[in-house]
């Protein structure tokens, strides 16, 4: 990135982080934006792709450039790591807005992910969570209660390190991602409006031995993470 770009790019981050530019505020035409920042559109053009990586800004072809609401959260989904932990890797606060554990019956679905009996007890995790106060996620966790049988549903915060306080190492996970309309309850639980594309993830943990240990269902903002997949080419065979 050429200096003046830089230069563009601290500028305007600097406009949409002191709420100076509004979330959904339309950016004014190329030229015209360019010739108030004194910058070739060359330089601006540039800038803008950066801030568009960055999650501070949305290009749409035939609708302009828009301030996001928030700064997109970026993940590869190649690490398998918890959602505070992804927030908190942007340098951003990781928070729950509302919590509530319980234990109950697994029922079909989550019997047949978890392998266990439906009438098996699973200890149940929903809650709300936050960047630095913004509700991006709403998320439900479900390991089988015999995993854990020392965890006390009111103490029962971080999934995996109390899988790991067990003894039970998660080596993999297999996830199914899938476009969501937010419906009542959702749109309640995130601030939004109901119908807002969310993007849902279900997934499954495994052990080193394929014993599956954490089935999760996770609901996101769409516009508060930008998700990248690593693909290899169709000539690179498989390990």
Known sequence: MSLRSHRVVEHLRGLITEGRLAPGERLPPEPVLADRLGVSRTTLREAMRTLAEEGYVRRSPG??????????????LERNFGVSHLIEAFGLEAGTAERECTREPAGEELAEALAIDPLDEVLTLRRVRTANGDRVVYSIDHCPADLVPDAEPDRFGSVYKTLGDAGIEVHHGVARLRPWSADEFLAERLQTARGALLLEIWQIDYTADDR???????FHLADAFDISVYRRGPGIPDA
Not at 63 to 76: I, Q, Y
Not at 212 to 218: G, T
């Open 212 to 218: 599956p240990v954490l089935a999760s269902r996770e």
């Open 63 to 76: 609708a302009g450039t828009h301030v996001m609401r928030r700064p997109a959260m970026r993940n590869t």
